[in-house]
C-alpha cells in the first residue's frame, strides 16, 4: 500500500498538530500524505507533504512493512540523505544513515554482491549502524535480507526487492530484534537530480529561521560527472609559485575520490569521508575546522578497525578546501595517498606543495559541497 493508504493512525503522535490538508509553497502546492509519528522529537508534531501533480521517489514510497508505528521526520530525512547517495552509481550501492549523516556507504567493488555491499556499508562503523536506516539503489535479494534482520534496523529503503524478501522480514520468531523494522518501496533513486543543471525550481531547499522567514537555495549538486572531470590540483602565490600536483594514482584511487565526493554531498560540514575499495572507511562530520574533522575521522577509524591498516594507501574527500596544509598533513601521517577537496584557499599552491613532499595525490574539485542540515 502507498504511505497515503496506510490507517492514519499507523503515523500519530499523541500531538497531533494542526497541518492543512495542502498549502503552497513558492508557488508549488502540496498535498499532505500523513500526519507523522512525531517530528525530530516525539513532543514535536509533524506532517508529510509532497508535490501536487508528481510522482515523486520518495513522496509516492510504498510502505510494505511497518513497525509498531510509523515514520518520524528524522526516519524521513535519513530516507531521503541515504537515497542522495546512492542515487549516484550504476553499480550496487547502499548508504547506512543514522541522525541524517552516514555511519557507513559502500559500492560494489569488483564481483561483490549486494549483501556483501550491505555488509560493508553497515561495518564501515557497526556501532553507529544500531537503529539506522538503511538504502539501496538496487533490488533487495534474500541473502541481502538476511544480514539485514541479523542486526537491529530502524527501516530499508530500495526500489525493489526480490520473491520471497518480505517473507524474511517479516520472519518475527527467527529475527526478534527487528520485528519493528519498517520495509519501504521508493521510486527510483537516479531519478533524482544529481548533477548541476539538472534540478527544477520543485527540488529547492527551504531553511525556516527563528522567527519563521525562510531562506530558499537551489539543491546541493555537482559538477563532477565522472573522473574525466577531475582535476589536479594546481595554484599559484608568492610563497610557493606556480604548483601542480605530481603524485600519480591508480584506477582504484581515483574510483575511490570520486565515490567519497559523492558521499560526503551527504555530510554535514565541516566533513570527510576516507575511502578504500568502494567502501567508507571513516566519516568526520559537523567539526568546527577542517584538520578537526580529518583527525575525527582518523580517530574513529583507528578506534574501529584496531590492530588494522587498512587506511593505508586510502583516499580521502574535503568537502571544503584547505586553508593550511595542516590537514594534509594529519592526513599524511595516517597513510592516506590521495584526496579531493575544492580550491579556493590563498595558500593553495603552499598546500599542493606540501602533498606533493608528502607523496600525496591532491585533486581540486569543481565546487565546494557543504552541507549544513
Same mark, same amino acid.
Given at each position: ?64 512493512? &511497518? ?44 564481483? =561483490? ?11 564501515? *562503523? ?10 539501496? /539503489? ?28 518480505? *517473507?524474511?522480514? @517479516? ?6 530484534? @527487528? ?8 521510486? @527510483? ?6 548533477? &548541476? ?31 574525466? %572531470?577531475?582535476?589536479?590540483? =594546481?595554484? =599559484? ?14 584506477? %582504484? ?16 560540514? /565541516? ?37 588494522? /591498516? ?8 574535503? %568537502? ?5 596544509? %595542516? ?47
Amino acid at each position: 500500500m502507498s504511505a497515503n493508504e496506510l490507517n492514519r493512525n499507523t503515523y500519530l503522535s499523541k500531538n497531533v498538530g494542526d497541518f492543512p490538508e495542502k498549502c503552497e509553497v513558492n508557488g508549488q502546492v502540496y498535498l499532505k500524505v500523513e500526519d507523522l509519528r512525531y517530528g525530530t522529537n516525539p513532543h514535536q508534531p509533524a506532517a508529510f507533504y509532497k508535490p501536487a501533480g508528481q510522482v515523486n521517489v520518495i513522496g509516492d514510497m510504498e510502505i510494505l512493512k &511497518t513497525g509498531k508505528s510509523g515514520l518520524s521526520q528524522t526516519n524521513l530525512e535519513d530516507i531521503s540523505y541515504a537515497l542522495n547517495i546512492v542515487k549516484f552509481f550504476d553499480r550496487p550501492a547502499c548508504a547506512v544513515m543514522k541522525h541524517v549523516n552516514p555511519s557507513g556507504a559502500a559500492v560494489q567493488f569488483e564481483d =561483490e554482491t549486494v549483501k556483501q555491499v550491505y555488509m560493508k556499508a553497515r561495518d564501515a *562503523d557497526a556501532r553507529a549502524a544500531f537503529g539506522s536506516a538503511v538504502a539501496f /539503489n538496487t533490488e533487495v535479494d534474500i541473502e541481502t535480507a538476511q544480514e539485514i534482520m541479523s542486526s537491529f534496523v530502524e527501516c530499508v529503503v530500495a526500489p525493489s526487492y526480490a520473491a520471497g524478501v518480505l *517473507d524474511v522480514f @517479516n520472519d518475527t520468531e527467527t529475527y526478534k530484534l @527487528n520485528r519493528h523494522i519498517r520495509i519501504i518501496k521508493c521510486g @527510483n533513486p537516479a531519478t533524482l537530480p544529481r548533477y &548541476t543543471g539538472e534540478a527544477s525550481s520543485l527540488h529547492n531547499t527551504f531553511k525556516v529561521l527563528a522567527d519563521g522567514s525562510l531562506v530558499a537555495a537551489t539543491p546541493l549538486t555537482t559538477s563532477l560527472r565522472s573522473i574525466a %572531470d577531475m582535476k589536479l590540483a =594546481e595554484g =599559484e602565490n608568492n610563497r610557493a609559485g606556480h604548483q601542480v600536483s605530481q603524485i600519480q594514482v591508480s584506477d %582504484d584511487q581515483l574510483e575511490d575520490l570520486l565515490f567519497g565526493w559523492y558521499v560526503n554531498i551527504s555530510v554535514r560540514s /565541516n566533513g570527510v569521508v576516507i575511502v578504500s575499495n568502494g567502501q567508507t572507511l571513516s566519516v568526520g562530520t559537523g567539526e568546527q575546522d577542517r584538520v578537526g574533522a580529518v583527525e575525527q575521522a582518523i580517530i574513529k577509524y583507528r578506534e574501529k578497525y584496531e590492530g588494522e /591498516n587498512r587506511i593505508e594507501g586510502s583516499a580521502m574527500a574535503s %568537502d571544503g578546501f584547505f586553508p593550511f596544509p %595542516d590537514a594534509v598533513e594529519t592526513a599524511a601521517k595516517a597513510g592516506i595517498k590521495a584526496i579531493i577537496a575544492p580550491a579556493g584557499s590563498l595558500r593553495d599552491a603552499d598546500v599542493i606543495k606540501r602533498a606533493n613532499e608528502l607523496g600525496v595525490a591532491l585533486y581540486h574539485a569543481p565546487e565546494r559541497i557543504f552541507s549544513h542540515h
